[in-house]
Antibody, heavy 114, light 106 residues
Framework: EVQLVESGEGLVQPGSSMKLSCVASGFTFSNYGMNWIRQAPKKGLEWIALIYYDSSSKYYADSVKGRFTISRDNSKNTLYLEMNSLRSEDTAMYYC???????WGQGVMVTVSS | EIVLTQSPTTMAASPGEKVTITCRASSSVSYMHWFQQKSGTSPKPWIYDTSKLASGVPDRFSGSGSGTSYSLTISSMEAEDAATYYCLQRTSYPPTFGGGTKLELK
C-alpha cells in the first residue's frame, strides 16, 4: 500500500524558516518525481514544487521561487521542503504527492504569524 | 501558465439529480484530472486521464472533454457525493488546479 506521511508542522514567525518532510512507502520512491502542493485555509489547491526522481531537475511556483527548496534523499525514501523567509501568505496545509498526483499525504499545517 | 476555470463555484443538488461540473482551460490540454476533497481531508484522485475512474469511485461518475473544455458528471446525486471537486492539468508546467466546485446536498 502506498503511503506518504508528512511531518514538520507548526507555528512560526514571519521571516523565519521551517523544513517539512514526507516519508514514502509502498512504492519504489527512487523511480518517481514528487510534488509539494499547498492549500491556504478555505482556499483552493496550489502546486508549489516538483523534483525529478534523481533530483536532476527542480521546478517551483513563482510564489515560492527563491524562498523554498525541494530536495529528496532516496536512501531514506524521504522528500523535503525547506521554507525560508516565510510570510503570512504561506500559511497553509502542505501536501506531498507522487509524480502523477495519484497518491497524496495527509498534509501538515504551517502557520506563519507573529 | 494554463489557467483552469471551474463552473459553477458552488451548487446544490437533490438526491437523484444529474450534476455537471465544467473545467475550462486557457489553452488546450491533453487530459484533465479530477479530485474530490471533503472537509479536513486530503484531496482524493477521482477521475484521471479525462474519463478513467480512480479505484473505488462509483460508476455514477463520469468524465469527458477535450482541448479546452472538460466536465465531470454525476448521473444521480447521492449524499456521499457532497464535496469540493477540483480539476488539474499537468499537460504543461506548471501543473495548475481549477478553483474548485463546492457541491452540496439540497
Amino acid at each position: 500500500e502506498v503511503q506518504l506521511v508528512e511531518s514538520g508542522e507548526g507555528l512560526v514567525q514571519p521571516g523565519s524558516s521551517m523544513k517539512l518532510s514526507c516519508v514514502a512507502s509502498g512504492f519504489t520512491f527512487s523511480n518517481y518525481g514528487m510534488n509539494w502542493i499547498r492549500q491556504a485555509p478555505k482556499k483552493g489547491l496550489e502546486w508549489i514544487a516538483l523534483i525529478y526522481y534523481d533530483s536532476s531537475s527542480k521546478y517551483y511556483a513563482d510564489s515560492v521561487k527563491g524562498r523554498f527548496t525541494i530536495s529528496r534523499d532516496n536512501s531514506k525514501n524521504t522528500l523535503y521542503l525547506e521554507m525560508n523567509s516565510l510570510r503570512s501568505e504561506d500559511t497553509a496545509m502542505y501536501y506531498c504527492a507522487k509524480r502523477d498526483f495519484d497518491y497524496w499525504g495527509q498534509g501538515v499545517m504551517v502557520t506563519v504569524s507573529s | 501558465e494554463i489557467v483552469l476555470t471551474q463552473s459553477p463555484t458552488t451548487m446544490a443538488a437533490s438526491p437523484g439529480e444529474k450534476v455537471t461540473i465544467t473545467c475550462r482551460a486557457s489553452s488546450s490540454v491533453s487530459y484533465m484530472h479530477w479530485f474530490q476533497q471533503k472537509s479536513g481531508t486530503s484531496p482524493k484522485p477521482w477521475i484521471y486521464d479525462t474519463s478513467k475512474l480512480a479505484s473505488g469511485v462509483p460508476d455514477r461518475f463520469s468524465g469527458s472533454g477535450s482541448g479546452t473544455s472538460y466536465s465531470l458528471t454525476i448521473s444521480s446525486m447521492e449524499a456521499e457525493d457532497a464535496a469540493t471537486y477540483y480539476c488539474l492539468q499537468r499537460t504543461s508546467y506548471p501543473p495548475t488546479f481549477g478553483g474548485g466546485t463546492k457541491l452540496e446536498l439540497k
